[in-house]
């Protein structure tokens, strides 16, 4: 820029730096004639500065008080923020660290400039460096696009910076519903389409990296992920850290076909496969335990979108990348906190939620029927709870105590998703019980699984006919308990 004629102002650390580089600057007190003060906090907040940078070249008033008031333009704007994400994401930052860290002559700088972009070029991401040199090069000046494209960079930027430090200063003083819901996330991805091939999609991330997630997953072999892919990829990962046991997880359209536990990761793969080896073919696997060698032979057998684990053994990769296509992924699961909340887009606006993580304690569950559970049907009914509460509305689930049988999903009525999962789970009935996500409205339910086998049923129980489903739960010996607690997903 020198080289363009162009006189540089600069402060503190950055005119350091320039100087030892041999890069001839000025002082911000030269321009302004008062000293950086206060730590720091106050040396670009001056009228030589804004009045700079807000001041029209093509208003003769603004032209006359730039005179008389000695205030000269400045045509580039070029600033790096204070590192305000990076300081509160440090593990033992202390709210004064936070607060210092919030830049203000900054982002003053960064508006007045792009607000008058007809005059003057704004750079706040240094990958636009090249551009911005090469039309001073070529043409003596930034042409007017790119300043105005400029100028909408810096507005995204200083909205981001705020969202973050106004979400950082709710949480201080424990903001649940603030008035205004700043979000701000940065794009990860741009995806060759979203759910259907003629729609535009990306997938951003939030700017405060959450580990346990699919935007956090590494990716080590495969084809670039898809819109569906991560959708599907986020059901499958939420589901897997319900289980602390060797757990694999298989899931095709938001719903799993398969989950099984087991003492290896393999035999927990086994049981997932045999829960429905017909809907795992293209569908996508998550398990909770190194892939090995034994594990990932099994796997390479079928056509799988993808596989995530907290890792793979160098002989499970090798076989498993002679796939070109398959997606294998590595995702951290030691941190899987769950503070985060669920945002679903609807036309005109936003639904906010806690997630539904809430401690399950089979113990205190209420045996409402005269049988009650066995040992092994209480340890089944756990398991298809766990399981029950990612499959969408109207969800049904029939498991035994390591092992999803039968599924039954989204239907629109809840004895419907009850016939379907049976239908499935035809065969292997042994040690199977019954879970609901929510309460049975009419007794049709109870009656249709006591009917095909079911020994025990867990549900939430509250609906005003409950007196009707334990009724019928007697007439055939089915033991049932209430959770109390309802798992909708829709």
């Known amino acids: 820029m020198v080289q363009a004629g162009i006189e540089i102002v600069s402060t503190g650390g950055t005119k350091k730096a320039l100087d030892e580089a041999g890069i001839p600057t000025l002082s911000i007190d030269e321009v302004t004639g008062f000293p950086e003060m206060m730590d720091g906090r106050v040396k670009t907040l001056h009228p030589k500065i804004h009045g700079g940078l807000l001041g029209r070249r093509d208003v003769a008033s603004h032209l006359d008080a730039m005179k008389a008031h000695d205030i000269q333009p400045i045509d580039f704007v070029c600033v790096n923020l204070y590192p305000f994400k990076e300081t509160i994401l440090k593990p033992e930052v202390t709210e004064a660290d936070a607060i210092e860290n919030i830049d203000i002559g900054g982002p003053s700088m960064l508006r007045s400039a792009a607000k008058n972009f007809n005059a003057v070029t704004v750079v706040v991401d240094p990958k636009d460096y090249p551009r911005v040199l090469d039309e001073l090069k070529e043409q003596g000046e930034t042409s007017l696009a790119t300043r105005k494209s400029l100028a909408a960079k810096v507005f995204r930027h200083t909205a981001a910076y705020d969202a973050l430090i106004a979400e950082y200063l709710s949480q201080q003083v424990a903001e649940t519903e603030p008035e205004k819901l700043t979000l701000t996330y940065e794009l990860k991805q741009t995806l060759r389409y979203g759910e259907n091939s003629h729609q535009q999609a990306a997938f951003y991330q939030n700017a405060l990296p959450v580990p346990y997630s699919i935007a956090n997953a590494q990716q080590l072999h495969g084809k670039e992920l898809s819109y569906n892919n991560i959708k599907d990829a986020d059901a499958a990962i939420r589901i897997a850290r319900e289980f602390s046991e060797?757990?694999?997880?298989?899931?095709?359209?938001?719903?799993?076909?398969?989950?099984?536990?087991?003492?290896?990761?393999?035999?927990?793969?086994?049981?997932?496969?045999?829960?429905?080896?017909?809907?795992?073919?293209?569908?996508?696997?998550v398990a909770n335990?190194?892939?090995d060698l034994a594990t990932a032979e099994e796997m390479h057998k079928l056509f799988l979108e993808i596989i995530i684990a907290p890792s793979f053994s160098q002989a499970a990769f090798d076989v498993l990348s002679?796939?070109?296509?398959?997606?294998?992924?590595?995702?951290?699961?030691?941190?899987?906190?769950?503070?985060?909340?669920?945002?679903?887009?609807?036309?005109?606006?936003?639904?906010?939620?806690?997630?539904?993580?809430?401690?399950?304690?089979?113990?205190?569950?209420?045996?409402?029927?005269?049988?009650?559970?066995?040992?092994?049907?209480?340890?089944a009914l756990a398991f298809a709870w766990k399981a029950v509460k990612h499959v969408k509305s109207n969800a049904i689930v029939v498991a035994n105590a390591h092992q999803t049988v039968g599924v039954g999903a989204g239907q629109m009525n809840r004895v419907g998703s009850v016939k379907i999962a049976l239908e499935e789970a035809k065969g292997r009935m042994e040690g199977a019980v019954l879970a609901s996500d929510a309460y049975f409205p009419m007794n049709d339910s109870v009656e249709y699984?006591?009917?095909?086998?079911?020994?025990?049923?867990?549900?939430?129980?509250?609906?005003?006919?409950?007196?009707?489903?334990?009724?019928?739960?007697?007439?055939?010996?089915?033991?049932?308990?209430?959770?109390?607690?309802?798992?909708?997903?829709?």
């Open 322 to 379: 002679g796939k070109k296509n398959l997606r294998l992924m590595t995702l951290d699961f030691s941190d899987q906190a769950t503070t985060q909340q669920e945002i679903v887009s609807v036309l005109g606006g936003l639904l906010v939620q806690d997630q539904d993580v809430i401690e399950e304690e089979p113990e205190s569950w209420e045996v409402v029927t005269d049988r009650k559970p066995t040992a092994e049907e209480l340890a």
């Open 246 to 285: 060797p757990t694999v997880v298989a899931l095709k359209h938001m719903n799993p076909c398969g989950i099984g536990s087991g003492k290896t990761i393999l035999e927990a793969y086994q049981f997932a496969y045999e829960a429905d080896p017909t809907s795992i073919f293209g569908g996508i696997l």
């Open 449 to 490: 699984a006591a009917q095909h086998g079911i020994k025990a049923i867990v549900q939430p129980g509250g609906s005003i006919r409950d007196k009707d489903s334990i009724e019928m739960a007697n007439k055939y010996g089915v033991a049932m308990v209430f959770t109390g607690v309802r798992h909708f997903r829709h």
């Open 289 to 291: 335990r190194e892939v």
